[in-house]
């Protein structure tokens, strides 16, 4: 069974054109599926895989009290692998075609209002090479709304800071190009100038952002960053690695940006996913009316 699970992820790899960490998150649940199905019910091949046993592996992870949305990206993953085995003539009928995901309830995400981006924005120490990284990395996601993902992958070809553009590769290899705001820019000018010099060790290195070894960052490196300068700015809400990118996206339509507009920014295909902002704005709109109008 390893072998269909690695034809299945070259396909998604190859032809899907799916993203890194969704390739890693279906390769695990694919292969805790496979291990389930060989313990509980000694399956030897997929072709006698029935309805009910992917239902008893559901209810399994219920009782592991998973949470819904890996519930629900597990269905996601088994379904798509069935399919691509039906199609492919490995097994001659597709189990999965009644099994539903569970229904999500989609929560708002969490944004910082603006002058908590500033607090945030105001923490890097510019008279340190680091210090002048960590500016740049915030100044351009609150920019720009890129994915933590996209930024730590910009590469020095990827600025054309002469127009204001920066191009990036997001979800499905798509590419495409954000105007970063004057700030962002300064920042980036002064990291280029006077921080990445002194942390390159090798000149041919082309990664943007560099970490303490000369190499790129990683996003585990730039989330570590984040939680302790948020903590310097004594800002208590519960951070995420998409915080600024939601706060992008907020603070825009907040201020009259259209949403298509964002849409396109944040690189989103639907522009359903770009409405999640919206609900955002009306929340805050009613929490600002409750609190100031003397009839609320």
């Not at 629900?72 to 995901?101: G, N």
């Not at 680091?130 to 915030?138: E, P, S, V």
């Amino acid at each position: 069974m390893k072998d269909e699970i690695q034809d299945f992820l070259h396909y998604l790899i190859v032809e899907k054109k799916l993203a890194k960490n969704t390739i890693s998150a279906y390769k695990q649940d694919l292969s805790a599926y496979i291990r389930f199905l060989n313990s509980k019910h000694s399956l030897q091949s997929l072709q006698s895989v029935q309805r009910s046993h992917i239902v008893d592996y559901l209810n399994d992870l219920q009782t592991q009290k998973r949470a819904v949305t890996s519930i629900a990206r597990t269905v996601s993953a088994i379904r798509s692998f069935h399919q691509f085995l039906y199609r492919d003539e490995r097994i001659t009928h597709d189990v999965t075609v009644h099994i539903d995901s569970p229904k999500l309830t989609r929560q708002l995400p969490r944004v910082l209002s603006q002058s908590e981006v500033e607090r945030l924005l105001a923490q890097p120490d510019e008279s340190t090479p680091y210090g002048l990284r960590n500016k740049a990395m915030l100044e351009l996601l609150y920019a720009t709304g890129i994915r933590v993902s996209e930024l730590t992958q910009l590469s020095l070809n990827d600025l054309h800071l002469s127009i204001g553009f920066l191009k990036t590769i997001g979800k499905g290899n798509k590419e495409r190009l954000i105007p970063i705001g004057s700030l962002a820019k300064q920042a980036l000018i002064n990291y280029l100038n006077r921080g990445r010099p002194e942390m390159v060790k090798c000149t041919e290195e082309q990664a943007l952002f560099l970490n303490r070894l000369g190499g790129r960052l990683t996003r585990q490196g730039f989330w570590k960053i984040v939680k302790q300068l948020a903590v310097d700015a004594k800002i208590n809400k519960e951070l995420t690695p998409h915080t600024l990118r939601h706060s992008f996206a907020t603070h825009l339509l907040e201020n009259g940006a259209n949403l298509r507009s964002v849409q396109e920014m944040l690189g989103h295909t639907d522009i359903s996913t770009t409405q999640i902002y919206t609900h955002v704005t009306n929340k805050r709109l009613k929490d600002v009316y409750k609190l100031y109008h003397p009839r609320a």
